[in-house]
């Protein structure tokens, strides 16, 4: 039980900073309802714990032996990421609501609904299978497409799993995914619980901030593939 709590710990403190996943999750549970933002926490969270376990094993290391795979992943992931911010910052207003329609994969994948700021129109109660799709792909883009994150991962994770036999691999990466779950659905039912208390407004604002921050986040991955590629 040692190994699993060591991992559990370690797990929290691999998820728990506020980072694109975590904005993604926090603005879903804003802005849809319960079961549709418990979906979406379910989507990130197979990503992350996809991720967790390609960094136990050494993908990072992948990256650092081809550089050019790193190069590739970096100019991707920063021209995806900017636009999911964009999507947030400049959303567009819709005059009836649309499952998954936006102006951004972020936008879309969270208000399948008229966007916040153009009134206060409840929630669609279901994604449709364009929203689930757009979901999917926006979860996959905010966990994978930062490879420094990747390379950071398997530093922290690696490290440990080189110290540990097959049996002692097993209690501790469990305890890592278990933290993946634990935090991300956590999450996602104490924001989506105080969404209420929230107005269009304040949830346009929200959007926002948030839409900010991951446009800062794709422009510095932009910046470190101009350098790697300069």
Not at 170 to 179: D, L, R, S
């Amino acid at each position: 039980m040692g190994l699993y709590f060591q991992g559990l710990t370690m797990g929290l403190a691999y998820v728990a900073p506020i980072g694109m996943q975590n904005l993604f999750v926090i603005n879903s549970a804003l802005t849809r309802t319960r079961r549709n933002a418990l979906i979406t926490a379910a989507i990130v969270i197979f990503f992350d714990i996809v991720l967790s376990l390609a960094c136990f094993f050494g993908i990072g290391a992948l990256m650092q032996a081809h550089p050019w795979l790193q190069t590739v992943v970096l100019g991707l992931g920063g021209a995806v990421v900017v636009r999911i911010g964009l999507g947030l910052l400049l959303p567009k207003k819709k005059s009836t609501s649309e499952n998954g329609a936006g102006a951004g994969a972020v936008a879309a994948a969270t208000a399948s609904t008229a966007s916040p700021v153009a009134g206060a129109e409840a929630p669609a109660k279901r994604l449709g299978l364009r929203g689930l799709l757009k979901t999917v792909g926006t979860a996959c883009v905010v966990t994978w497409f930062n490879p420094q994150a990747i390379i950071d991962g398997t530093l922290m994770l690696g490290a440990f799993a080189a110290t540990l036999s097959a049996q002692q691999a097993t209690p501790f990466i469990t305890g890592v995914e278990t933290a993946s779950v634990m935090w991300f659905l956590g999450v996602t039912l104490v924001v989506n619980a105080f969404a209420h208390k929230f107005n269009p407004k304040i949830i346009g604002v929200l959007n926002r901030v948030c839409g900010g921050i991951i446009v800062l986040y794709g422009i510095k991955l932009l910046v470190d593939f101009a350098m790697a590629v300069l």
